[in-house]
C-alpha cells in the first residue's frame, strides 16, 4: 500500500482517454438534442395555452421520473413494441429528452422575463412574429437563461454516467473497470472526478465570456 | 399386420418431422454463421474470467480465451461486448448479444426464461476476511456478523439462504466495492467465488480464504430461449475442446492455483 500510485493513471491513459472521449460525444450530442427540444417547447408553451396543455405531460414525465428508469425503458423496454435502437442512440435520446423537458422550462421562464409591453410595441411597428421574436424577445432572454442553462449542462454531463447501463464504456464505466483490477480507489476516483471537473469548467468558462457578450447596460448583472 | 405397419411408418415419418423441424426450426447458429462472428455478452469486472487490461484496454481472462477457443471449433469468430452486470440478461433477450459468457451461473439467471449451455466450470464459494483477522475460522463463526456480496450474484443468493446467522448482509454492485468495506473494517467478511478471491489477494494481499467452500456455483453460457441449434452447437464445441486439451490451456493460464 501506500502513496499516491501516479503510474496507475498513466497506465490506465488510453482508456480514461476512451471513456471521456465516449462521455464528450454523448453529452455534447444530447445537449444539443435537449437545448433544441427545450426551445421549441418552451416557445411553444410559452406562446399558447393549447400547446402548454398539449405539452404538459411531456415535461412532467421526463421531470417526474428517475432518468436511469427513463434509460431501461427507452432500451430494454420499447424492443417489445418493436423500437429497438442502437445503445448510443438510446442514451443520447434519453438524456436528451431528460434534459429538454428541463430546459423548455428554462426558456418558457426566460420568455416572461421580458415585459408584454415591448411585444405589443414591435406588433405596433409591424414585426411579424418570427421577427419579433428573433431580433427583440430571444435576445433579451438569453441573458437570462443563461446561467440555469449551464446548471442543466453539468447535470446532464453528470447524468451521462447512467447510459454505463446500457453498455456504453464512458468514463465513469472506466473508472470501475481500472478499479476491479487496481483496487486503488483513492488515485483512480480522483482522477475521473477532476477530469468531470474540467468539462464542467471548460463550459463555465465559456458561460461567463457569453454572459458578457449579452449583457444589457441598465439591467442586473454586471 | 397391414396397420401396424402404416402406425410405425407414420410415426417414422412424424418423429422425423419433429426431429427436423425442432433442429431446423430456429436458425441461431446459421444467423451467427452468416455473420462471421458470435457476440459475447460480459461484465468485465470479475477477474480472472474477465476484466479490462487497464494498460493494454483489452479484455482479458478464462471466458474470453474459452469464447475464443469455442468460436474457433465453430468456424467463427468471437466479439466480445462489455456491458454492466444487470444489464446483460436485458440485452441478451433484446438480442444484443448471441450468447453470455461471463462466469454466470444457472441460479444467477433468476429464473428467466433462457437456454443453457452444459457446465464448463463448478465454481465454489468461499469466506475470505482480513488477512490479521482471527476469530473466524469457517462459516460457524460468522453468526453475527456483517456479510458482504455482490448484487444479483450465486453469493448473494447464498447469503439469503444463510441470513438468520448474520446480523446484517451489505449488498454491493460490484465486488470489488465488498472488498474494499472489508479491508476498512466496515464488515467482517465477504462471500465471493474461489478464483475471483484468489485473483484478489494476488493484487492485494490483505485478505485470506478461511473455512471449507460453502456451496458450489453451476457456471454455464446462457442463450436465448429457443436459440437451441446455436446451444448444441457450442455444447459440442465445448466437448471437442475438452477433449483436444484446449480447455485445459485455457484453465491452467487463468484458473489453476498453485
Known sequence: MGGFRIDILFNAAPLLIEGLVATIVVSLAAFCLAVITGTFVGIARAESARARRLLGPYVEVFRGTPLLIQLFFIYYGLPSIGLNLNNYVAGIVGLGLNGGAYISEIVRGALYAVGQGQKDAASALGFSWLQTMVHIILPQSIRVALPPLVNSFSALLKDSSLVSVLAITELTRVSQLIYTRTFRAFEVYLAVGALYFGMIYTVSLISRYLERHFQIAGRYGR | ?258
Not at chain 2, 469486472?45 to 475464443?68: A, M, R, V, W
Not at chain 2, 463448478?122 to 453468526?143: C, F, H, Y
Open chain 2, 1 to 258: 399386420m397391414k396397420l401396424g405397419k402404416w402406425t410405425v411408418l407414420a410415426a417414422a415419418v412424424l418423429a422425423v418431422m419433429v426431429i427436423t423441424t425442432s433442429t431446423w426450426a430456429d436458425n441461431s447458429f446459421q444467423k451467427v454463421k452468416e455473420r462471421g462472428k458470435m457476440v459475447v455478452g460480459l461484465c468485465a469486472q470479475y477477474p480472472p474470467f474477465e476484466s479490462k487490461n487497464e494498460k493494454t484496454g483489452e479484455l482479458e481472462g478464462f471466458d474470453i480465451d474459452l469464447g475464443k477457443a469455442l468460436a474457433a471449433k465453430m468456424g467463427i469468430q468471437a466479439k466480445f461486448v462489455d456491458a454492466e452486470w444487470q444489464g446483460l440478461l436485458g440485452g441478451l433477450k433484446k438480442g444484443d448479444y448471441d450468447v453470455l459468457i461471463t462466469c454466470m451461473s444457472k441460479s444467477e439467471t433468476r429464473g428467466e426464461n433462457v437456454n443453457f449451455s452444459d457446465v464448463y466450470y463448478t465454481l465454489p464459494d468461499v469466506i475470505v476476511v482480513r488477512k490479521d483477522e482471527t476469530s473466524i475460522k469457517g462459516k460457524a463463526d460468522l453468526e453475527d456478523r456483517i456479510v458482504g456480496v455482490q448484487l444479483g450474484s450465486a453469493s448473494e443468493q447464498l447469503a439469503d439462504r444463510m441470513k438468520d446467522l448474520f446480523k446484517e448482509i451489505k449488498r454491493y454492485n460490484y465486488n470489488p466495492e465488498a472488498f474494499t468495506d472489508l479491508k476498512f473494517k466496515r464488515s467482517d467478511a465477504v462471500l465471493v467465488g474461489y478464483a475471483y478471491a484468489v485473483n484478489q489477494i494476488k493484487t492485494d494481499p490483505s485478505y485470506k480464504v478461511v473455512g471449507e467452500p460453502l456451496s458450489e456455483a453451476e457456471v454455464v453460457m446462457v442463450l436465448s430461449k429457443g436459440a437451441d441449434d446455436l446451444t448444441s452447437k457450442i455444447n459440442e464445441a465445448l466437448r471437442t475442446i475438452k477433449k483436444d486439451g484446449s480447455y485445459r490451456q485455457v484453465y491452467d493460464r487463468w484458473l489453476k492455483v498453485d
